[in-house]
C-alpha cells in the first residue's frame, strides 16, 4: 500500500499524526529518527517529522536522518521537525522571549499547494520556544503568526515545514493541511481501511501465539473487550479471560460488567475477587504514582497466580492503547513521561509472561470502530472510558475502602443523572473525584465538616485533548443537591473546568 513514513522526534502528538493520516484510508508507520530506512523505499510516497520537547541546539538533540533525503519523496516537518529542517538546510534557529503555547492566529502571505483551500486567516494550535529568524535558500515564507514564521516551503526540493500542530483538533484547518500534502504533494492512493487493521492483526497474533494459551485481563471497558474479541478472532479458545474485582469499581459495576459478558458467550470468562489484597496493598500509601504502580504490579500478580491453572499460560494481553503508552514512556522516540498507566508503568521489570498488547497503536475512537466492525455490542462500545487503576486514582490522597464507597455512592448519582438527561452520550467522558479536603458547610442549622468532590466532563475523540463538557447551571445544581442530599459524607461539590491540556483527563 502506499504509505507515509512519520519520523519519531518525542512529540506526544506523533501517534494523532498517524491517526489523522489513518482517517484519510491512508496507511502511516511510526519510527525511530535514528533508523536505517532502507526497507522503506517502494511504498513511503511522503515524510513527516514530528515534533518534539527538544531545542535543536541542545547537546544529545535527535539529529536529522540523512536516509530522509534518500528516500526521494516530499517532506513535511512539524514544529521541531521544522526547526531541524531548516537548521539541516543552513537556516537559522533562536531561542525567543515570545514563546507560542497553545492558540494563536496565522495569517498566509503567498499561494502554495500546502495551503490550498486554507482560509487566509484561521486559529492554528503552537507549542514552541525556539523560532526560525534566517530562512535558508530556496524557501519561501508561506505564512506568519505575529510573532514567528508559520509555514516554510522549498517547491524545488519538495521540502515543506510548519511551526504549529496541524493534527490537533484546535488548529482549525489542519485537516485540510495534511490533505494536501498527503494526496496533492505526495500523491497518495488512499487504500486503507478498518478491516485492514482487523486481518493484519489477526495474522499478527496467530504467528505470535502459535500453540500457545494466553491469559487477557479483562475489564469490562471498551478497550479489553475489543482486545479479547480480536485475540478470540484469531485462536479462539487459547484465550482465557480474567476480570479481577479490585474494589475500585463503580458502584455495582462488577456485577454489570459480567452480566454484558453474557453477549459474548464463547469467551472463557473466570471473575476473582481481589478486593483485599488491592485495600492492603494501597495502604497508607496517598502518592498518585506509587498507587498507579502498586495496582498494576497487583495486578499482574493476580495473572501470575492464575498462570499455572491454564496449561502455563505463555502470554499475557491487555487492552492497552496508544494514550496510555504514550503517556507512560516512550514508544519509539525521546517523548516525555506524563504519568504511568497500571498496564504499562506498572509491569515489573522480570516476569515470566509475553506481553499482547494488539490494541496499542490505536486511539479510543479508532478502538471501537474497530470492536463495530467486530460484532460487539454498541452498549459496551460507547461505555465511558473507565481507567484501568480504577477508583484507586480518583480518590486522592490515601485509598481506603470506606473512601472508595463514598466516591461510588456520588458517582453513581452523576452518571444516573447524565443518563436520566439524554448527557452520557453527548460527552466523552465523566465521573467524580474524591478529595483528601474537608470543608464546613450548614445542613439544617448545624454546622458540618465533610468532604469535597470535584465532578469532571470533557468532549473529545482522541483523547489526547479534550475541552470540557458545558453543562448547564440547571443540571449541576441538580446533581450537586442529589449528591449532598443523599451522600452524608459530603458536603460540597466543584466542577472542573480545565481542559487538555495543561491537565490530564483524570486527576491523578
Not at 495551503?115 to 529568524?133: F, L, R
Not at 516551503?153 to 483538533?169: G, K, L, M, R
Not at 497466580?305 to 519509539?332: M, N, R, W
Amino acid at each position: 500500500m502506499d504509505s507515509i513514513l512519520i519520523i519519531d522526534y518525542g512529540s506526544q502528538y506523533n501517534q494523532l499524526i498517524s491517526r489523522r493520516i489513518r482517517e484519510m484510508n491512508v496507511y502511516s508507520e511510526i519510527v525511530p529518527y535514528n533508523q536505517k530506512l532502507d526497507n522503506f523505499k517502494n511504498t513511503i510516497k511522503g515524510v513527516i517529522l514530528s515534533g518534539g520537547p527538544s531545542s535543536v541546539y541542545d547537546d544529545f538533540t535527535p539529529d536529522m536522518n540523512p536516509d530522509i533525503y534518500k528516500l526521494n519523496v516530499p517532506i513535511l516537518g512539524i514544529c521541531y521537525g521544522m526547526q531541524l529542517l531548516i537548521k539541516d538546510k543552513n537556516g537559522l534557529v533562536k531561542a525567543s522571549k515570545k514563546r507560542e503555547y497553545g492558540k494563536s492566529q496565522i495569517e498566509i502571505l503567498e499561494k502554495s499547494i500546502l495551503v490550498k483551500n486554507m482560509k487566509q486567516k484561521s486559529i492554528v494550535w503552537m507549542s514552541h520556544g525556539d523560532h526560525v529568524v534566517e530562512i535558508p535558500e530556496k524557501f519561501k515564507i508561506i505564512a506568519k503568526t505575529e510573532s514567528s514564521i508559520a509555514m516554510l516551503e522549498n517547491s524545488e526540493d519538495n521540502i515543506y515545514a510548519v511551526q504549529f500542530h496541524p493534527e490537533v483538533t484546535h488548529t482549525e484547518e489542519g485537516n485540510i493541511l495534511l490533505k494536501n500534502f498527503i494526496f496533492d504533494i505526495c500523491k497518495v492512493e488512499p487504500d486503507w481501511r478498518y478491516s485492514d487493521f482487523i486481518n493484519q492483526t489477526v495474522e499478527e497474533i496467530r504467528k505470535t501465539v502459535k500453540n500457545d494459551r494466553v491469559i487477557l485481563g479483562l475489564s469490562g471497558g471498551v478497550d479489553s473487550s475489543v482486545a479479547a474479541a480480536l485475540i478470540y478472532k484469531a485462536i479462539g479458545n487459547q484465550l482465557t479471560c480474567i476480570f479481577v474485582d479490585t474494589g475500585l469499581l463503580r458502584y455495582k459495576e462488577a456485577e454489570e460488567v459480567m452480566s454484558e459478558y453474557k453477549s459474548m458467550p464463547n469467551l472463557n470468562i473466570i471473575k476473582i475477587d481481589a478486593q483485599k489484597r488491592f485495600f492492603d496493598s494501597l495502604s497508607g500509601v496517598t502518592d498518585p504514582e506509587e498507587k498507579r504502580k502498586i495496582i498494576g504490579k497487583e495486578f499482574f500478580e493476580v495473572f501470575e497466580s492464575c498462570k499455572s491453572q491454564y496449561s502455563e499460560a505463555k502470554f499475557l494481553a491487555q487492552g492497552t492503547i496508544y494514550p496510555d503508552i504514550i503517556e507512560s514512556k516512550s514508544v519509539h522516540g525521546p517523548s516525555a513521561t506524563i504519568k504511568s498507566h497500571h498496564n504499562v508503568g506498572g509491569i515489573p521489570l522480570k516476569h515470566s509472561f509475553e506481553i499482547l498488547e494488539p490494541l496499542k497503536y490505536l486511539f479510543k475512537d479508532e478502538v471501537r470502530k474497530v470492536g463495530i466492525k467486530l460484532g460487539l455490542s454498541k452498549e459496551l462500545i460507547y461505555r465511558h472510558p473507565f481507567p484501568g487503576p480504577g477508583l484507586g486514582i480518583r480518590v486522592l490522597g490515601e485509598v481506603t475502602k470506606e473512601r472508595v464507597e463514598i466516591l461510588q455512592k456520588a458517582d453513581a448519582i452523576f452518571i444516573e443523572e447524565l443518563k436520566k438527561n439524554n448527557l452520557y452520550h453527548k460527552v466523552s467522558q465523566a465521573f467524580i473525584t474524591l478529595l483528601p479536603v474537608k470543608t464546613v458547610g450548614v445542613m439544617g442549622d448545624n454546622r458540618t465538616y465533610k468532604y469535597l468532590c470535584a465532578v469532571r466532563s470533557v468532549n473529545t475523540s482522541d483523547f489526547m485533548t479534550a475541552q470540557i463538557s458545558r453543562f448547564s447551571y440547571d443540571f449541576l445544581e441538580n446533581v450537586s443537591s442529589r449528591i449532598i442530599n443523599e451522600v452524608e459524607e459530603i458536603n460540597r461539590l466543584v466542577y472542573d473546568i480545565t481542559s487538555k491540556p495543561p491537565g490530564t483527563i483524570e486527576w491523578e
